[in-house]
T-cell receptor, first 114, second 112 residues
């Protein structure tokens, strides 16, 4: 069974640009969550989508947005990039309704903002 | 607001030794997840602890959960170099598993 896939794996952008990251969950998983990982702040929750609806949102500015499609694939967008947005962005998927509801993480997209 | 504290944050140990990583959290949670991350890699699920008193073991790692004390432990037995990684805990509640709050991680280095 294929795992969570994320594209692209690496990205270099300049300040002020915008970026879109993509995540394909494990087949059958309908919940997709996004996290940002930086050396300073650690792992921080961005948002969670289920059935094309945002269920939860972390404490990030409005420049960070996301969406989920009917096939459960998800994208996140960061507009007006800042140097501090340089991070590893991780996507995780899970089945909903199981007792453990374990999240499975993708390989991540490493974003560098110059 | 849930706060998660792991200690130690850095752990250097010799092969063959035992040690315990602690994960304390501030609000009621009924489950807890442990993940491992190798440098430059993603998170790999280690344990899912679903109830008070839950104990799970995999190889040289054993995790336990005390929901009353809001404490989970990850015990390492007879460490080997392959266990070198960063370990994260994330307590959660039913219905909130999609937005995990992680500890800062414990960076473990096992030296020969």
């Amino acid at each position: 069974k294929a795992g969570v896939t994320q594209t692209p794996r690496y990205l270099i952008k300049t300040r002020g640009q915008q970026v879109t990251l993509s995540c394909s969950p494990i087949s059958g998983h309908r919940s997709v969550s996004w996290y940002q990982q930086t050396p300073g702040q650690g792992l921080q929750f961005l948002f969670e989508y289920f059935s094309e609806t945002q269920r939860n949102k972390g404490n990030f500015p409005g420049r960070f947005s996301g969406r989920q499609f009917s096939n459960s694939r998800s994208e996140m967008n960061v507009s007006t990039l800042e140097l501090g947005d340089s991070a590893l962005y991780l996507c995780a998927s899970s089945l909903v309704g199981l007792l453990d509801n374990e999240q499975f993480f993708g390989p991540g997209t490493r974003l560098t903002v110059l | 607001e849930l706060k998660v504290e792991q200690n130690p944050l850095f752990l250097s140990m010799q092969e063959g030794k035992n040690y315990t990583i602690y994960c304390n959290y501030s609000t009621t949670s009924d489950r807890l997840y442990w993940y491992r991350q190798d440098p430059g890699k993603s998170l790999e699920s280690l344990f899912v602890l679903l109830s008070n008193g839950a104990v799970k073991q995999e190889g040289r790692l054993m995790a336990s959960l005390d929901t009353k004390a809001r404490l989970s432990t990850l015990h390492i037995t007879a460490a080997v170099h392959d266990l070198s990684a960063t370990y994260f805990c994330a307590p959660s509640r039913w219905g909130s598993q999609g937005n995990l709050i992680f500890g800062k991680g414990t960076k473990l280095s096992v030296k020969p």
